[in-house]
């Protein structure tokens, strides 16, 4: 009877304890209700009864957008802000677009495995691991990087002409964290002094940097 009881209770401990939900989907669908209040990890479902064709929709990669900022490359998001229907289902996109010269900015996707395909266009891309070694290739038109979950990356245009990417992640919101706009453009904004000591830079140029990256309102 002891035996029988010890197993009962590794049992439940293993079953009950090990997993709160159900990790598959309970419904085929679960269209963002992106109008809710209601927070939760991810967004409550609309109502069966009133999604359509369009909540699994996205005609944003269509055309090349043109890149008219200081650091020459433009995302153009297929996450489930744009898509509704992506809701518990795991998955997003993304369209980059360089120009010549054009770089994406270090920065991470702390939620998410990026991959990448190119569409057009010559670049450098590489990833830094958590012993800082640096990992980089140059890829062209229809060739494919990979960008571990969280690992800091970037990408650069290395052509004469525009380039742009296709990206998939492995989340519906696989979230973003620019580097420079983490450290210098936060807000609460962190500390001269901190920064200065992390880069070996002086405070003057700690509040050169944030006035460059200041969001403009």
């Not at 997993?19 to 992106?34: E, N, R, T």
């Amino acid at each position: 009877m002891g035996a029988f009881r010890s197993l009962f209770l590794i049992t439940f401990a293993l079953v009950f304890g090990s997993s709160h939900a159900d990790p598959d989907l309970l419904q085929d669908i679960c269209v963002a209700d992106l109008s809710s209040g209601v927070k939760m990890n991810g967004f409550p479902c609309k109502n069966p009864s009133t999604i359509g064709a369009d909540d699994f929709f996205f005609a944003g990669f269509a055309q090349p957008s043109i890149p008219n900022n200081t650091v020459g490359s433009l995302v153009t998001a297929a996450n489930v802000e744009k898509i509704p229907g992506l809701n518990t289902l795991g998955v997003s996109m993304s369209r980059i677009d360089y120009a010549p010269g054009g770089v994406n900015p270090p920065h991470t996707h702390p939620r998410a495995t990026e991959i990448v395909f190119v569409l057009e266009g010559e670049l450098e891309v590489g990833f830094l691991t958590t012993s800082n070694k640096l990992i980089s290739k140059v890829i062209k038109k229809g060739e494919i990087f990979v960008f571990p979950k969280g690992l800091v990356h970037f990408q650069k245009n290395i052509g004469w002409t525009p380039a742009a990417v296709v990206t998939a992640f492995n989340s519906q919101f696989p979230g973003t964290q620019s580097i420079a706009a983490t450290l210098f453009a936060a807000s609460p904004t962190i500390l001269n002094d901190v920064l200065s000591k992390a880069f070996q830079i002086n405070i003057s140029e700690i509040e050169k940097i944030k006035l460059k990256l200041k969001p403009k309102k």
